[in-house]
Every structure is written in structure tokens, then in C-alpha cells.
């Protein structure tokens, strides 16, 4: 099956900072989504991206389905981005909530 | 618009007993999703409904393990007898059309 690879493990910012979370997949995908799991053990839907580039305030992602990697961006970073961010991939041609997750970003911005 | 809802959000039991996890899709969505993240591993599909049917359930660890969607609204997932190693967070979802998956806030679940 698919195999879905992140990075950075850990991640510690300074408030204001920008920061790059990357996402490997091994095979062709037409699913991909990002989530933020909150201290409180939510899953927050960030974006369904299987490709392209969406926007959404200080977060944006971009996904280069042809070189199987998606990118989440955060800027101007704030304390309450602080949690872990997971990439989630569906095998072109599985079924579409079989998401394969990643093993998470672990982001903590410092005040 | 109400999200996912699931309960308990927190049950501790202890190994042999019975619990059951109930999960309230978002409105209107046609397909649920369960899934589980135990202890030191990554977040991993259980099954999938699509109304009342089970579309997918490939990921369901054995068969101690009993999911139901009666009416094609709410959802269960028990767990008969719960073991150790059942100890994790369950998570539910639930899509409509490929927009992605809305996911629930878990129900974690301690077996002692």
C-alpha cells in the first residue's frame, strides 16, 4: 500500500515565524488532506488538497501530485498553532476514506 | 452546523468488559469512517459506511470488534471483550462526496 512520510518529526518555532511541514507519498494519490490534531485530541480538517494550491488566512498548501509530495505552509505563527499536523493520503483508485496517515509534525510555537 | 460528535469522549474499563462508542456523523452525510490510533502508532482506518451498509471494513482488527450504522444515521462500535492492547483513541468521520473527511473530537479508551 501507500506509504506516507513527514517531516519534520519535531518543530519548534518563535511566535511570528514561518515554518515549512513537508508530506512523502510513494504512489499516485486522489486523496490527500492535512489536519491539525489540537492538545485536546481534535482532528481539524485543514485541506482536502489533492493537488494544486489552496489558501486559507495564514495557512496554505500546495500538492506536486506528479512528484508525490505536498507542502503545508504557516506563517506569522502563533502559539495556538502549537499541536500536531498530520498528512493523509488515499491510493489512487482505493477507496476514498481510506486515508493512509503520516506519523505527524510535532509543532510547538514558544510565546 | 453541528460536527461530528462522538461518546464518551473518555472510558475506562477493564480488560473482559464491554464498551460501546457511539459516533453522530454531520448531517446529511452519507458515508462514516471509523477509525483508531493506539498507543505509539499511527492513525489507522477501521471501516467504512456508506448509509447503512458497510462499504469497507478491511482495517477492523478482529472480531471482538462490532461496528453498526442502524438507519444509516448514528454509529456504534463495540468492543466485546475488550483486551489491552485495545487501549487508544477512536476516531469517527464523515464525508459527502470527495470534499474530505470531517473527523470527531476521539473517544479514548483505557483498558485496565
Known amino acids: 500500500g501507500i506509504q506516507v512520510e513527514q517531516s519534520p518529526p519535531d518543530l519548534i518555532l518563535q511566535e511570528g515565524a514561518n515554518s515549512t511541514l513537508r508530506c512523502n507519498f510513494s504512489d499516485s494519490v486522489n486523496n490527500l488532506q492535512w489536519f491539525h490534531q489540537n492538545p485536546w485530541g481534535q482532528l481539524i480538517n485543514l485541506f482536502y488538497i489533492p493537488s494544486g494550491t489552496k489558501q486559507n488566512g495564514r495557512l496554505s498548501a500546495t500538492t506536486v501530485a506528479t512528484e508525490r509530495y505536498s507542502l503545508l505552509y504557516i506563517s506569522s505563527s502563533q502559539t495556538t498553532d502549537s499541536g500536531v499536523y498530520f498528512c493523509?493520503?488515499?491510493?489512487?483508485?482505493?477507496?476514498?476514506?481510506?486515508?493512509?496517515f503520516g506519523k505527524g509534525t510535532k509543532l510547538s510555537v514558544k510565546p | 452546523e453541528a460536527g461530528v460528535t462522538q461518546f464518551p469522549s473518555h472510558s475506562v474499563i477493564e480488560k473482559g468488559q464491554t464498551v460501546t462508542l457511539r459516533c453522530d456523523p454531520i448531517s446529511g452525510h452519507d458515508n462514516l469512517y471509523w477509525y483508531r490510533r493506539v498507543m505509539g502508532k499511527e492513525i489507522k482506518f477501521l471501516l467504512h459506511f456508506v448509509k447503512e451498509s458497510k462499504q469497507d471494513e478491511s482495517g477492523m482488527p478482529n472480531n471482538r470488534f462490532l461496528a453498526e450504522r442502524t438507519g444509516g444515521t448514528y454509529s456504534t462500535l463495540k468492543v466485546q471483550p475488550a483486551e489491552l492492547e485495545d487501549s487508544g483513541v477512536y476516531f469517527c468521520a464523515s464525508s459527502q462526496d470527495s470534499i474530505g473527511l470531517f473527523f470527531g473530537e476521539g473517544s479514548r479508551l483505557t483498558v485496565l
Open positions: 493523509a493520503a488515499v491510493n489512487y483508485g482505493g477507496s476514498q476514506g481510506n486515508l493512509i
